[in-house]
């Protein structure tokens, strides 16, 4: 991996006018922001559709792109939308938060008026763009459609059992009877392609990659579960026998139930690991380096009986390792995949990383934490180059929320040493400190760079209904910032372009 930088901010997190941050003129200008703050990655989080809870990671599509960031500036100038429509929308009054019912409760019908004027405008690309994508859009028009059919009730609680099942007659039925709200599914997933590939055109062109986050497992009230139920580890009625989550440890004593079905490893490697080769090549489409949520889970994984309310009586489960590992690095050698290797450190799992000679992740945090019993491990004078530093990653605190709510014995060893001064403040020294590192690619979030608290975390972890909101607002990615960031990264040789 060549010496470089990049930084962490979610689309969501882009300034609008309208809720949320899409792919339009903003996400071209932080584009224009890296460039000339010397860095050569925008890492993002997911970006497909959110459904209950906000998160990006439970989504019900892995292939399918979030409707909220179309940009409507741009269907205006398509004329696909009047801006006197757009204007009279009431958007809110916070432009550092997004407001995720107030999205779903006005975007689509300007969505749907977007499409009943385009759909037959652009019969021809549209068509284009259902065949290249045929392999998942038609399931997901189709569940989508049918969920909202049914109040937008989970799949599993859908009340025509044939329906539920995918009997071949009832999928028929229903794509006859909701033929108008498959189609606007479609259009819209068309509008969301459209708008993405100008912006990684952009990006390309300006010599910023794309950094995807691929979460290792789908949400269950997903269209990838409900159209592959062979695929994961279900029972006769598609429901599931046990289901993903991590044991106990020093900070969740009865450890994390995350719910998600699990993945039956012995169908998919009979058929080739078809269904992940098609999950990483719709990937591929979007990102120029894909970080793997959760990695060791390819070596073994937790798994909780299903009905549980805490993971505790989980067990463990072996993987399928190398097998798929090395599968989807002979089928995609031009993507860069970066291996989430945090959490349960075992000989294992460290094998499985050197096997693949996949990059793992170092965070700065936990190098100081003294709870963890392998924070030495993320001090930079025990990296390697073939590794990613952050200061932290999403699901952790702000370098100045960790500051003002860690040990202060912690803060006094990180200061220490990382050499951390008055004059350069406590945020800009752990950057520094992940600059002069000797991990290939360096990564801070756009918070830790404004030396943002609390107020703009991205996630905590075992939470719900205040994540996922923190937004940039105008004006904050200023040329001065990124003067001093393209300062640093040229000091310690990370200008890669």
């Known amino acids: 991996?060549?010496?470089?930088?990049?930084?962490?901010?979610?689309?969501?997190?882009?300034?609008?006018?309208?809720?949320?941050?899409?792919?339009?003129?903003?996400?071209?200008?932080?584009?224009?922001?890296?460039?000339?703050?010397?860095?050569?990655?925008?890492?993002?989080?997911?970006?497909?559709?959110?459904?209950?809870?906000?998160?990006?990671?439970?989504?019900?599509?892995?292939?399918?792109?979030?409707?909220?960031?179309?940009?409507?500036?741009?269907?205006v100038a398509d004329g696909l939308l009047e801006q006197a429509e757009v204007d009279a929308v009431d958007?809110?009054?916070?432009?550092?938060?997004?407001?995720?019912?107030?999205?779903?409760?006005?975007?689509?019908?300007?969505?749907?008026?977007?499409?009943?004027?385009?759909?037959?405008?652009?019969g021809a690309s549209v068509?284009?763009?259902?065949?290249?994508?045929?392999?998942?859009?038609?399931?997901?028009?189709?569940f989508m459609a049918v969920k909202r059919y049914f109040g937008m009730a989970t799949w599993t609680e859908w009340p025509d059992e044939a329906i539920r099942l995918r009997e071949p007659s009832a999928i028929t039925r229903y794509r006859d009877l909701l033929a108008d709200e498959v189609h606007y599914n479609v259009y819209v997933q068309f509008l969301f392609f459209k708008q993405w590939e100008r912006l990684h055109d952009y990006a390309r062109d300006k010599g910023v990659g794309l950094m995807g986050d691929m979460p290792i497992y789908v949400a269950l009230d997903s269209a990838d579960v409900w159209a592959n139920p062979a695929q994961f580890m279900l029972d006769e009625r598609n429901m599931p026998t046990e289901v993903a989550g991590v044991p106990p440890d020093a900070f969740t004593a009865d450890g994390q139930l995350w719910g998600n079905p699990l993945y039956d490893y012995q169908a998919m490697e009979a058929d080739g690991f078809g269904w992940w080769i098609r999950r990483v090549s719709g990937a591929a489409q979007l990102f120029d380096m894909l970080r793997i949520d959760h990695f060791r889970g390819f070596e073994s994984f937790w798994a909780v009986p299903a009905g549980d309310e805490t993971a505790h009586n989980g067990r463990w489960?072996?993987?399928?390792?190398?097998?798929?590992?090395?599968?989807?690095?002979?089928?995609?050698?031009?993507?860069?995949?970066?291996?989430?290797?945090?959490?349960?450190a075992t000989p294992e799992v460290a094998a499985l990383l050197a096997d693949s000679g996949l990059p793992g992740m170092?965070?700065?945090?936990?190098?100081?934490?003294?709870?963890?019993?392998?924070?030495?491990?993320?001090?930079?004078?025990?990296?390697?180059?073939?590794?990613?530093?952050?200061?932290?990653?999403?699901?952790?605190?702000?370098?100045?929320?960790?500051?003002?709510?860690?040990?202060?014995?912690?803060?006094?060893?990180?200061?220490?040493?990382?050499?951390?001064?008055?004059?350069?403040?406590?945020?800009?020294?752990?950057?520094?400190?992940?600059?002069?590192?000797?991990?290939?690619?360096f990564v801070a979030q756009m918070q830790d760079y404004l030396e943002l608290g609390a107020e703009a975390r991205t996630n905590t972890p075992g939470t719900s209904g205040n994540n996922w909101r923190w937004r940039m607002t105008a004006g904050q990615a200023t040329p001065e910032l990124a003067s001093r960031i393209a300062t640093m990264t040229k000091l310690y040789g990370r200008n890669a372009r």
């Open 1 to 75: 991996m060549k010496r470089s930088s990049g930084i962490i901010l979610p689309v969501y997190a882009l300034p609008s006018p309208y809720g949320v941050g899409s792919l339009g003129q903003a996400a071209l200008d932080f584009v224009d922001f890296l460039v000339d703050a010397g860095q050569a990655w925008w890492q993002m989080l997911p970006v497909g559709p959110t459904s209950y809870g906000d998160s990006p990671y439970q989504s019900p599509s892995t292939f399918a792109g979030n409707p909220y960031f179309i940009d409507l500036d741009a269907l």
């Open 91 to 122: 958007w809110g009054d916070d432009p550092a938060c997004v407001d995720y019912s107030g999205l779903f409760e006005k975007r689509p019908a300007l969505l749907r008026r977007a499409y009943e004027r385009g759909w037959k405008r652009d």
């Open 127 to 142: 068509e284009a763009f259902r065949a290249k994508n045929a392999s998942w859009l038609e399931d997901y028009a189709l």
């Open 317 to 344: 489960v072996k993987g399928p390792g190398m097998k798929l590992v090395g599968t989807l690095q002979d089928r995609f050698p031009q993507l860069r995949l970066v291996a989430e290797d945090l959490g349960y």
């Open 362 to 441: 170092k965070v700065l945090e936990f190098a100081f934490d003294s709870r963890d019993a392998n924070g030495p491990a993320h001090r930079p004078h025990n990296y390697t180059a073939n590794c990613l530093c952050y200061v932290g990653t999403h699901d952790n605190a702000t370098i100045m929320q960790w500051h003002d709510e860690a040990d202060p014995a912690d803060v006094q060893q990180a200061t220490q040493y990382l050499g951390i001064h008055d004059p350069e403040g406590f945020a800009w020294g752990f950057i520094r400190g992940g600059m002069a590192s000797v991990a290939g690619l």
